[in-house]
Every structure is written in C-alpha cells, then in structure tokens.
C-alpha cells in the first residue's frame, strides 16, 4: 500500500495550502473537511494540477466518533496513513456566559477529542513501521488565556502541550512530531468565529506562506514551528508576561475588533 498523508480542514486556508504543498512534494494525500462541496472543488482541481487521486472524506470533526469514521473509512479505502495533519478548526468569539455551550462542545470535540483520537488511531501503524509525521496546527494564542475567545485558546493551548508530551515520548522513534503556531492569518476563520469583518493589518500572515512554514518544519524534525519573525518575537515577550496580564491584554484587543 502507499503511503498517505490525511490533512483535515483541507477544503480551504491553511489545509488547503498544506495538501497543495504535500502534493507538489510527492506525497499521495486524503483530504478531509465538512464543506463537501469545496472538497469536491478542490479534489477536481489537484487531479487535473497534479495527475494523480485524491481521496476525500466529508466528516464533521465536531461530532462524537467522527475521528472513528474517518479510521474506518480510510481502512475501507485500504490506504496506510504515515503522516496526520490536524488543520480542522473554528473559533467562537463573545463572553462565555453569552455565547450557546454546543459550539463550545462543538469545538472541544474537534481541536481537543477527535485530533487527539485521530493521533491514537493511526500511531499504532507508525510505530509499527517506525516511520510517520505528525503535524497538529496550534496557534500563537495558545500560549496566554484569552478572554473572550476562552475556550478557543484553552483549546490550542492544549494542542500545543499534548503535541510536545508526545514528541517527547516519540523521542527514540523515527517519528517526527510538530506544532504549528500561526499568528493572524489571512483565511475565512474570522468569520467563523462570529467576526463578519475581519481587520487584517501588516502583521497578518498568509496561508501559503504558514502551511510551507510548518510543512519544512516537519520534515526537519522540529517540535515547534512559528512563522514570520514577529510572531517569535510575540511569542518570546510572551515568556515574561504574566497571565493575568496578559489576559487582559487579549480582553482588550478582542472588545476593540468588536467595536
């Protein structure tokens, strides 16, 4: 069987780029995303650049069992995944006491339950084989609380700790473990957290140049991937502020983007 690279979240943003650039590196990709019809698009579009099938697998990641689905079909399809990806999120803007618990739920199951499900699924067969990839996408928020967007953060927050324990334990194997930590990107992820108009200012980065920036990360080795320059500078101030600080500090960013 070949080896396949599964990338969820790839019908559009970052995942989309990631699949492109795992294509145009050889790698044979299923991709994964609730947007059945984008997924179709973007299906089309890679056979015709790219020569070659690309399986995909239309699954809502925010629903129980759904990681279980998605190892289930790719056994039915009898295609080996070596290397995981988990792009697929969204985020919810407001006060928790305000905003409705089942996106909350929702967004759990998704960063937290089924991208640490889908990680236990398929590492059996790396560690058989010695040899796989993992990739979690994170983001820069996860390293500070942020008020307002609570469980969003707390969710990455975790997608990064999980991803360096594992790295960790993997440490002896010829499996690479990375966490991609993004800043403000220019992707339709604003307004999915309930911000119809995004303000993308000089620090915003772009997709294609954060998906390639945690693709070489990757194949590398490293544990932990930040693009653009400023956002290692943003992360090492980070080091020396003290929560509470800083989360007033995001308190205060968030209610002006609102405004």
Known sequence: MEDYALITGAASGIGYELAKIFLENNYHVV??????????????????????????????????????????KTNEMKIQINTLVNN?????????KDTEWDRHEKLLQLTV???????????DNMLS?????????????????????????AAKSYLISF???????????????TV?????????FSKGTGNGKPI????????EFVARHGFNALEKGKTIAIPYFYNKLIYNILKFVPKRRAARIIRRMLQKKLE
């Open 180 to 188: 991609l930590c993004p800043g403000l990107t220019k992707t339709n």
């Open 163 to 177: 991803t360096l324990a594992l790295a960790n334990e993997l440490g002896k194997t010829n499996i690479k473990v």
């Open 129 to 153: 084989n010695d040899s796989g990839k993992i990739l979690n996408v994170a983001s820069l928020t996860g390293f500070v609380p942020g008020p307002m967007m609570s469980t969003y953060y």
């Open 31 to 72: 991709l994964v995303d609730l947007n059945e019809t984008q997924l179709h698009i973007v299906k089309e579009e890679f056979e015709k650049i790219f020569q070659k099938e690309v399986p995909v697998i239309c699954c809502d990641l925010s629903q129980s069992g759904a990681a279980d689905a998605v190892f289930k």
């Open 88 to 96: 697929a999120g969204f985020g919810i803007i407001g006060f928790f």
């Open 113 to 123: 339950i089924n991208s640490t499900r889908l990680v236990k699924l398929y590492l």
């Open 200 to 207: 993308y200012g000089t620090f915003s980065g772009s997709p």
